[in-house]
């Protein structure tokens, strides 16, 4: 049976990692002409730049953590900040690892072992997730008003983009909200359990399972009635997602190509559209989207050296980091 999960899990990751290649190939196709241009637009990047967008990004994984740790506090008083950043950067770790797909569980299975029900941090890591969701639309959509001049004169077109990105993040919210705190969701869930219990043997974990739905249908619905506390979120959200799209702005700063309100709104723009392209963790469409976006001001090659350094930052840095973090835990574990 083991063997039997790691070969299904071991298939979806592979399945995964073939759609992302061909979706780089697809990519390398449409910029290939570009490429020596951007290669040697990357080599002009400068130390100081480098340092930069690697401090912007630690800075959003800071808010991340604050939000973890206003949410963990409720559950375990104890519960620490620094664990909280932790916590932030071992799920960037998960979400490049495995593609995105293991970044929720990880989340989950950390905050359990801190001291926070495994029940209220999943009702805890979807509430957090969607009102994430919901920042980054909000966002977006304020951008593109507060740039309007640049934004509608220069990607209009994407605006139905725009619009199944925002129907997107209303179904995802309405779904998370809906499986975190409706009881009759819950009832189908045991429903489907109970029908494959006949024997009985699955009679321990179902009643687990009715236990944990009715922790994390009150935790979930308590947390969604607290306003000042959501709201709270959503400007916490805003405030850490300005620090990753800035990014564009501080790799060209000092050229006077693109002003921070542009770098702002057009990278929301290119993560609120690449939302509309199912591929895991965004890998691919981010890219594609972002470099025809930002190619417009900028042209290709700077738009591909963008792009590159943009990824590095926000994906494999903080992917690094967890790594890292996770080595020294383990280290410090085996040495007590």
Known sequence: MEGERTFMKNKKLLAK???????????????????????????????????????????????????????????????????????????????????GSGS????????????????????????????????????????????WKVMSCNYREYGVYLGLAYLLTAIISIALIIFAVSAKSHKLILAIVRHFNKGGRLTPALTKLEQSCDIMEKSTSKLLKDVPSLISMVLKNMAKLCFWYCVPFLILFGSNEISLLDSLSITSLSVMTA????????????ELIMTNLFAVLVGVHKAGAITVLYRVATFIFPFVVGGVLILISKVVHRHK
């Open 17 to 99: 990692l073939i759609f992302v290649a061909i979706l780089l190939l697809i990519i390398w196709y449409t910029f290939k002409d570009s490429a020596e241009d951007i290669v040697e637009q990357l080599g002009k990047t400068s130390l100081t730049v480098l340092v930069a967008i690697m401090a912007a990004t630690v800075i959003y994984h800071l808010f991340e953590a604050w939000i973890t740790y206003s949410l963990a506090r409720r559950y375990n008083p104890k519960f620490k900040y620094r664990e909280a950043v932790y916590c932030a950067f071992y799920c960037s770790f998960y979400r490049l690892s495995t593609l």
């Open 104 to 147: 929720g569980v990880a989340a989950i299975v950390y905050l359990g072992k801190k001291g926070v029900g495994y029940s209220e941090a999943t009702g805890l890591y979807m509430i957090q997730y969607m009102v994430h969701k919901v920042s980054v639309a909000l966002f977006s959509g304020l951008l593109f008003v507060l740039n």
């Open 275 to 286: 939302a509309v392209i199912p591929t895991p963790a965004g890998i691919g469409a981010v």
